[in-house]
Nanobody, 119 residues
Framework: HVQLVESGGGSVQAGGSLTLSCAAS????????AAWFRQGPGKERERVVI???????SYADAVKGRFTISKDNAKNTLYLQMNSLKPEDTAMYYC??????????????WSQGTQVTVS
């Protein structure tokens, strides 16, 4: 059973940077996919980026070139480096994970979420 604990949100001015961290237990990077999602005020939840068990990634168009996902396998920690932040990036951010054999868009494991506010 995977457990995810997220940290690193906060408030930042437009153009600034933040890094989110997601510490995972019960997780093996090569056998799990992981992703960052966000939900802004009045908006649907959207996937920001996914990193597959093989290390490949896919970013949402809105964050390409500004956000970077990475993972430290030794620490079982996932990161989201967010640069050139915009007010429209304001949202609650969540990390999520699933076993790599799960198809489609279903993620059974979620963090508690952290607020990112860009002004």
């Amino acid at each position: 059973h995977v457990q995810l604990v997220e940290s690193g949100g906060g408030s930042v001015q437009a153009g600034g940077s933040l890094t989110l961290s997601c510490a995972a237990s019960g997780y093996t990077a090569s056998r799990h996919d992981a992703a960052w999602f966000r939900q802004g005020p009045g908006k649907e939840r959207e996937r920001v980026v996914i990193i597959y068990g093989d290390g490949s990634t896919s970013y949402a168009d809105a964050v390409k070139g500004r956000f970077t996902i990475s993972k430290d396998n030794a620490k079982n920690t996932l990161y989201l480096q967010m640069n050139s932040l915009k007010p429209e990036d304001t949202a609650m951010y969540y990390c999520a994970a699933r076993e790599s054999y799960i198809p489609g868009s279903y993620f059974p494991y979620w963090s508690q979420g952290t607020q990112v506010t860009v002004s």
